[in-house]
Each structure stands twice: as structure tokens, then as C-alpha cells.
């Protein structure tokens, strides 16, 4: 069993964009189960240093499997919940005509990446540029302006008129209403633009059996509907 503690403090780890779709889940069980927990929300190549500099949560919900695999020694075997698709983020209407990859070439383009080694979104935005032989391309161009750790901060960003284009998470621009009155989604549509989140208890938390029902939460019916109404796919079986 779990160790003994009249009201059980948590830790979880979670990549930033999965936020929404498990915030309200979190809530729930907080209350059914007389617990708290702490949750820490960052890019996920920021969470993996801080846990490969020592820090040990009870649970991680990654962004996407690579970074689960990065600290796979730390946890019990993963389960893969959903799956996000990557997409162009464009101010309504489109008015810089950005509708593929190769247009982000575009002259005087303002575009938003997200950090490579920060962040998950900003691995796969790389490694799918890459793929499709633009990265290098687009980053000569001037056009790419510093990485975030997040693509909450990138759609920010195209919000405030500071960015014309940025790759993001589906579930990043679906998060909050009233950015799909101010902007369009362009899909990208490639096998590289899909991030899967696996969810894995820690090997030394003191409280796996919580944090398993946790994710028996996360992964009801009502739990599955929170992640479909932010645009996740449902990869669960």
C-alpha cells in the first residue's frame, strides 16, 4: 500500500500543453480523494533536466513519448492516452497567405518556433522541418525569432501581433476560446506533426496506488471528453 498521510501532498510533472485537458480531472480527484496535488507545468526538456538534476515526481505526463524515453529509468512502464496534432497558427483571415511549411520562407515573415531542447514542440517542430529538408532553410532566412518553451507563450505571441506565423499543438490554440476569433489553423498534415502522451507513476513514489487511480481519472469517459474538446486524438485502447 501507500504510505500512510492524512492528507496526501503530490507531485506531477506534465508538459504545459496537456493543461487543459487534465486540469479539471485534477480538481475532481483533489476532492474525491482528500489530496493535493502539486502539479509543475513547463516545456518538457525543461522538466527532464530538472529531474535528471534530481528532483523526482510522483507521476509524469510527457508532452511526447521521446521525452518519457529521456528518464524511462525513473518510472513504471508508460501508457500511451492521446495523441496532438501539430499546426500553423495565423492571424484570422491569413492575411500573410502562409498555407504550407515552405512558406514560412516567406520575406519579412515574423515566425515562431518553440525552443528544441526545452521543449517537445520544439524537438518535433525541428526534427519535421528537418524531415522536410526547410529547417535550415527557414532559420537562414532571418524569419524565426527567439524560442519559447511553450506554445502557449507562441500563440500569446500572434495574439499581441509580435509573431505573423508559429507552429503550435493543436490543443494549444483550441485551449481558449477566443483565440480561434482572432486566428486560423493551418493543418501541417505530416506524419512528423504528431506528438503521442504517455503517463508513467514514479518507481520511488511514496504513493503509486493515488497515482495510478489518478490516471483511471484522467482516462474515464468524462476525462476522455476533456482531452477531445481540446482537439487531442484518443489513442487508448
Known amino acids: 500500500g501507500d504510505k500512510w498521510a492524512e492528507n496526501p501532498e503530490l507531485l506531477l510533472f506534465s508538459g504545459s500543453m496537456l493543461r487543459p485537458a487534465i486540469q479539471e480531472s485534477i480538481k475532481r480527484f483533489e476532492e474525491r480523494e482528500g ?46 492516452v492521446s495523441a496532438n496534432e501539430m499546426v500553423i497558427l495565423v492571424k484570422k483571415g491569413n492575411p500573410k497567405e502562409v498555407k504550407t511549411l515552405s512558406d514560412l520562407k516567406k520575406e519579412g515573415l515574423k515566425v515562431g518556433f518553440s525552443h528544441p531542447e526545452k521543449s517537445a514542440l520544439g524537438a518535433l517542430t525541428k526534427r519535421m522541418l528537418e524531415v522536410e529538408g526547410l529547417y535550415q532553410e527557414i532559420l537562414d532566412t532571418g524569419n524565426v525569432m527567439p524560442g ?88 487508448r485502447k
Do not use: H
Not at 52 to 72: L, W
Not at 193 to 205: D, F, H
Open 35 to 80: 489530496v493535493r496535488i502539486n502539479t509543475a507545468y513547463n516545456g518538457c526538456g525543461i522538466l527532464v533536466s530538472q529531474m535528471k538534476a534530481g528532483e523526482n515526481p510522483d507521476a509524469y505526463f510527457s508532452c511526447d513519448q521521446t521525452f518519457m524515453d529521456m528518464v524511462s529509468d525513473r518510472f513504471s512502464a508508460p501508457s500511451t
Open 148 to 235: 519559447s518553451a511553450t506554445g502557449d507563450f507562441l500563440v500569446n505571441q500572434i495574439r499581441s501581433n509580435s509573431l505573423d506565423a508559429v507552429i503550435v499543438y493543436k490543443s494549444n490554440a483550441l485551449s481558449n476560446e477566443s483565440t480561434m476569433t482572432e486566428c486560423d489553423l493551418v493543418e501541417i498534415a505530416r506524419p512528423e506533426a504528431v506528438a503521442t502522451q504517455p503517463y508513467a507513476v514514479g518507481q520511488n513514489s511514496d504513493y503509486p496506488n493515488l497515482m495510478n487511480r489518478f490516471f483511471e481519472a484522467c482516462v474515464s469517459e468524462q476525462g476522455k471528453a476533456e482531452f477531445l474538446q481540446y482537439g487531442f486524438r484518443w489513442e
